[in-house]
């Protein structure tokens, strides 16, 4: 099973800040790894796909990087809307794994 | 745009079987695989397990020996059942379209194991 391992578990930030999570996987996962956003009392949101490809309707200050172990979600210019619980999520091999989750909030 | 929405009962019992179907309006199951979610309170996202429109299935390793996938085409639904469950298996439950990703989710169902 792959690991993946997020980085920061908790995060406390001001509006406007530049914000980055990682997410680190235990074997090469190539570039399936994905990111959701996921608000209180809310199902999980696709917010990048293939580690750096954005998804139609998400806002342009989410980003994502990385291939193979390590990954980075940047969210540029932090709104008041984006406190969330962040999760990577891999798709390369089974059994499919989360991270354990960023939690995001705004000061 | 396809739609998820999951349904069954909330609680259960120690030992007994966790049923629930997630009905998919505005799309069609057909050349997609349908996924289980869950989440525990305030804890993070474990797959349980999907299946393929033509029937084939895939489970966690971890819940292998007690989860079964089904999938009915003629009514636009998937269905999990959990045997023999515990109190580890209050969560909520979610089901997923995965493409490579899971790009559409339902709402979720929570459902408590108590006596």
């Known amino acids: 099973e792959i690991v993946l391992t997020q980085s920061p578990d908790f995060q406390s930030v001001t509006p406007k800040e530049k914000v980055t999570i990682t997410c680190r996987a235990s074997q090469s996962i190539g570039s399936s790894l994905h990111w959701y956003q996921q608000k209180p009392d809310q199902s999980p949101k696709l917010i990048i796909k293939h580690a750096s490809q954005s998804i139609s309707g998400v806002p342009s200050r989410f980003s994502g990087s990385g291939s193979g172990t390590d990954f980075t979600l940047t969210i540029n210019s932090l709104e008041a809307e984006d406190a969330a619980a962040y999760y990577c999520h891999q798709s390369n091999s089974l059994p499919y794994t989360f991270g354990q989750g960023t939690k995001l909030e705004i000061k | 745009q396809v739609q998820l929405q999951e349904s069954g009962p909330g609680l259960l019992k120690p030992s007994e079987t966790l049923s629930l179907t997630c009905t998919v309006s505005?799309?069609?199951?057909?050349?997609?695989?349908w996924s289980w979610i869950r989440q525990p309170p305030g804890k993070g996202l474990e797959w349980v397990g999907y299946i393929y429109y033509s029937g084939s299935t895939n489970y966690n390793p971890s819940l292998k020996s007690r989860v079964t996938i089904s999938i009915d085409t003629s009514k636009n639904q998937f269905s999990l059942k959990l045997s023999s469950v515990t109190a580890a298996d209050t969560a909520v439950y979610y089901c997923?379209?995965?493409?490579?990703?899971?790009?559409?989710w339902g709402q979720g169902t929570l459902v408590i194991v108590s006596s």
């Open positions: 997923a379209r995965r493409s490579t990703w899971h790009d559409v």
């Open positions: 505005g799309g069609s199951l057909n050349n997609y695989y």
